[in-house]
């Protein structure tokens, strides 16, 4: 497994020249493409459907694609976009009436499965599932925009999954998602975290190539 994955969030992309804004961050070194999926149900904005995860597919696109579904009800959406090219799909406990179920549809549609745990969401929720789990998901912001600051008490909450996983001997990778930037990456890195979802500190930065060699160049020092 590879030791740090960076998941650049297409909500903070030129949404106008979004094909041509993943091609380049993916270029630069970025590991995954990562989807905000918000219904104005869930959380409180609108944003992308399956239909822009499969027109990247159609671009030429071939990354893994992070499916974050903040929406309810979850399960036909799931089916949706794997169907148009998904390759990790997540929700929240919260949004699914069944998540087991939930869980494995992701699977049986040929997708890795993760759950997402909000701020303020126990970690009890994981007990039950552990078998079912490819990645966790830990929300570092209240979701329904980005742009918003690191919630410090993250970090312990990272620790506390991370330790979990490893009691347990598995391999789940362990994604934080919500004010990660260059400052911060190490600190969440060294409390356990493997994969690095960021919107605005990546897209729209300028020369992705400089941007994301010092994001490796940070990481390194873990």
Same mark, same amino acid.
């Given at each position: 497994?590879?030791?740090?994955?960076?998941?650049?969030?297409?909500?903070?992309?030129?949404?106008?020249?979004?094909?041509?804004?993943?091609?380049?961050?993916?270029?630069?070194?970025?590991?995954?493409?990562?989807?905000?999926?918000?219904?104005?149900?869930?959380?409180?904005?609108?944003?992308?459907?399956?239909?822009?995860?499969?027109?990247?597919?159609?671009?030429?696109?071939?990354?893994? *694609?992070?499916?974050?579904?903040?929406?309810?009800?979850?399960?036909?959406? =799931?089916?949706?976009? %794997?169907? $148009? &090219? /998904?390759? @990790?799909?997540?929700?929240?406990?919260?949004?699914?009436?069944?998540?087991?179920?939930?869980?494995?549809?992701?699977?049986?549609?040929?997708?890795?499965?993760?759950?997402?745990?909000?701020?303020?969401?126990?970690?009890?929720?994981?007990?039950?599932?552990?078998?079912?789990?490819?990645?966790?998901?830990?929300?570092?912001?209240?979701?329904?925009?980005?742009?918003?600051?690191?919630?410090?008490?993250?970090?312990?909450?990272?620790?506390?999954?991370?330790?979990?996983?490893?009691?347990?001997?598995?391999? *789940?990778?362990?994604?934080?998602?919500?004010?990660?930037?260059?400052?911060? =990456?190490?600190?969440? %890195?060294? $409390? &356990? /975290?493997? @994969?690095?979802?960021?919107?605005?500190?990546?897209?729209?930065?300028?020369?992705?190539?400089?941007?994301?060699?010092?994001?490796?160049?940070?990481?390194?020092?873990?």
């Amino acid at each position: 497994m590879q030791p740090y994955l960076l998941a650049p969030s297409i909500l903070s992309a030129d949404l106008a020249r979004l094909g041509e804004e993943v091609t380049h961050v993916l270029e630069a070194g970025a590991d995954v493409v990562h989807f905000d999926v918000m219904d104005n149900h869930y959380v409180p904005n609108l944003t992308f459907g399956p239909m822009i995860c499969q027109a990247l597919r159609n671009y030429g696109v071939t990354a893994p *694609i992070d499916v974050h579904l903040m929406v309810s009800p979850v399960d036909e959406l =799931i089916e949706q976009f %794997a169907d $148009a &090219g /998904a390759s @990790m799909i997540s929700f929240h406990p919260e949004a699914s009436q069944h998540v087991d179920r939930s869980l494995q549809l992701i699977r049986d549609k040929g997708c890795k499965a993760g759950l997402v745990l909000n701020p303020a969401t126990p970690l009890q929720v994981l007990d039950y599932v552990w078998d079912r789990l490819d990645f966790i998901l830990l929300m570092s912001v209240n979701p329904g925009f980005g742009g918003q600051a690191f919630i410090p008490a993250t970090l312990a909450k990272i620790e506390a999954v991370k330790q979990q996983i490893e009691q347990r001997g598995l391999n *789940i990778r362990l994604a934080v998602d919500g004010g990660v930037k260059q400052d911060n =990456i190490v600190e969440i %890195a060294k $409390a &356990g /975290a493997d @994969m690095f979802i960021a919107g605005s500190a990546i897209f729209g930065q300028g020369d992705y190539n400089e941007v994301v060699g010092q994001f490796r160049q940070k990481l390194a020092t873990v």
